[in-house]
């Protein structure tokens, strides 16, 4: 692209002053060494140099350091949020396992309370029955007995009649008196 | 381009201009003078340079959240990577420089990957753009030592660790080398990006001819690969280079 350049250049370079004369002559070999363009280049570098400079020392670095600033001492905060949190639920599982230890205890109390509590009603409604089946049992050994002796006098009745009748029929005669006398002593035997 | 086809054509066979890729020319008015105030395609791509690190620094900073975006995270880790290079190697005391240190490898790293747009024009290609950056580099360091140590900065050129007998001829060697810094510092950056540029020029001249144009256009892409490295390698060898002298001049003892 430069060749086309260069040859209206050199046709050009009859009216140009002595500066345009090195420019041209270098030109032919190096465009590096062509010290005629170097004020030109090395003007725009400094204004451009300077730009960033104060671009970036001004505005871009202090809002990076900000961000990376704050960044960190984010970082450092959660960290430090987490360990707490971290020592909270250290605490809590401590707190839990006091708890479930009391309520285990206050269990085995009621437990063992309430296990006393129906042995004692037990025991005393056991007694209470064995009172009665007792009672009842005296009772019924007293009607036994009665009924025993009832039963008794009316076998002598029974067999003093018998007896009396017997003898009637047989034709003879006993007194009520030797009747009773014979039957006690056999119901004795 | 079409000039240069043109040309080509005319004389009838293959020819090379890689360097015309480097000609500085008026942006406006023709082929008239280059005035040191001139509208040249310097002034052009150096003007996208300083647009491109604003839009990078300012647009995308400006969320200022804790939680970055894509170009946000691009601005911190350019400023995380170049505040860890100037404290690790120059120490804490050259923070202060560290907007100054910054500036010069933003503009080195942008006008590099600029200029491998083709077409455009890369300005640090020039010797006149990457030796201002040097002197600038080697006046700032040389006025720091002697301010920071007084006549102590000597010190740099006077090795206490060699036989005595030694130092005098050391002290003249670490003298010379002292004053070779900026030509190498500007001549390696200038030299790296002018080289790259050109090679690809060449590699595209040879494209013109049917035979070989597929093994050219493969070498370009290759070589476009390889000065993609370079972009970025000579932007942060030039930079860590002027954090070094920076510790020399904060710290001249050997």
Known sequence: ?189 | MATETAHGEETGGLVFHPLDQFIVKPLFGGDGPIHWYTITNVTLWLAIAVLAIIALFIFGTRGRAVVPSRTQSIAEVLYGFTYKMVEDVAGKDAVKFFPYIFTVFMFILFSNYLGLIPTSFAPTSHFAVTGVLAITVFLTVTIVGFVKNGLGFLSLFWVSSAPLVLRPVLAVIELISYFVRPVSHSIRLGGNIMAGHAVMKVFAGFAAIAAISPVAVLSITAVYGLEMLVAGVQAYVFTILTVVYLKDALHPAH
Request: glycine residues 4%; charged residues 25%.
């Open chain 1, 1 to 189: 692209m430069a060749s086309g350049t260069e040859h209206t250049a050199t046709a050009a370079d009859a009216a140009h002053g002595a500066a345009d004369m090195a420019h041209e002559a270098s030109a032919a070999g190096m465009p590096q060494l062509d010290f005629g363009t170097f004020p030109n280049q090395i003007f725009w570098l400094v204004v451009t140099l300077v730009v960033i400079f104060f671009v970036l020392s001004r505005v871009a670095l202090p809002r990076i350091a900000g961000v990376l600033a704050e960044r960190q001492s984010t970082i450092t905060n959660d960290i430090a949020a987490a360990e707490e949190l971290k020592q909270k639920a250290v605490e809590a599982e401590e707190a839990y396992n006091v708890a479930l230890a009391e309520a285990r205890a206050e269990a085995q109390k009621i437990a063992a309370e309430a296990k006393a509590e129906i042995q004692a009603e037990l025991d005393a409604a056991q007694a209470q029955a064995d009172d009665v089946i007792s009672a009842k049992a005296a009772e019924s050994e007293q009607a036994i007995a009665e009924i025993r002796a009832g039963a008794v006098e009316s076998v002598k009745a029974v067999a003093k009649d018998t007896t009396k009748e017997i003898l009637s029929a047989m034709g003879s005669k006993a007194d009520a008196k030797s009747i009773t006398a014979a039957i006690n002593a056999r119901m004795k035997g």
